[in-house]
């Protein structure tokens, strides 16, 4: 079966550092995706990782272990425009997503 | 505009209705994919065409759902008697084969009443 789990919500302080996990189970893998969503908007691209390692961009960086099924995405010094919700997703023909993890961000 | 468009972004209908969505992909882009995203979900992948020919369709999508990319340009996707179930963002989102990257429209949002 195909499972990509991540929390539900998270919330961190204005200026702070937060670390997003995704686990994922599915039956092929060409990748792992971070995407950003703003309520009521389309989900932006973040970050693509198909090897194993730590991409960074920017304030952004997201890392994965494929031997683990693990991927995190860090964000740093925090802005109260990171608010959004995290989607994680797995590229295998196609792209399955996670249910998202909604951060607060308090000032 | 160079990015993915979507028409109509608001659609009202009552339940028993058919409903019909437009998607514009990025012209270069020959991949396309439809989604649909309900409230404090992720985004569910309905199906995905690579030019004219639709490779793929979800398990979960019924035969009151159809889509179409006649020409490997725009694409629909249809929905014939609405239900209440239907209710939901639809997503449409492109990328060329090369390439990883989709880009995401802004979503039609439906509801039926």
């Known amino acids: 079966g195909q499972n990509i789990d991540q929390p539900t919500e998270m919330t961190a302080t204005e200026g702070a550092i937060v670390q997003i996990n995704c686990t994922y189970q599915t039956s092929g893998f060409n990748g792992l995706f971070w995407y950003q969503q703003h309520a009521g908007e389309a989900p932006t691209f973040l970050s693509y990782n198909v090897l194993d390692g730590l991409e960074e961009k920017g304030r952004f960086s997201s890392f994965l272990s494929r031997s683990k099924g693990y991927s995190y995405l860090l964000l740093k010094e925090l802005q109260m425009k990171d608010s959004a919700s995290y989607l994680c997703?797995?590229?295998?023909?196609?792209?399955?997503f996670g249910k998202g993890t909604r951060l607060h961000i308090l000032p | 505009d160079t990015g993915v468009s979507q028409d109509p972004r608001h659609k009202i209908t009552k339940r028993g209705q058919n409903v019909t969505f437009r998607c514009d992909p990025i012209s270069e882009h020959n991949r396309l994919y439809w989604y649909r995203q309900t409230l404090g979900q992720g985004p569910e992948f309905l199906t995905y065409?690579?030019?004219?020919?639709?490779?793929?369709k979800s398990r979960l999508l019924s035969d009151r759902f159809s889509a179409e990319r006649p020409k490997g340009s725009f694409s629909t996707l249809e929905i014939q008697r609405t239900e209440q179930g239907d209710s939901a963002m639809y997503l449409c989102a492109s990328n060329a084969g090369s390439s990883y990257e989709q880009y995401f429209g802004p979503g039609t949002r439906l509801t039926v009443t």
């Open positions: 065409f690579q030019n004219e020919a639709q490779l793929e």
């Open positions: 997703a797995v590229r295998d023909d196609k792209i399955i």
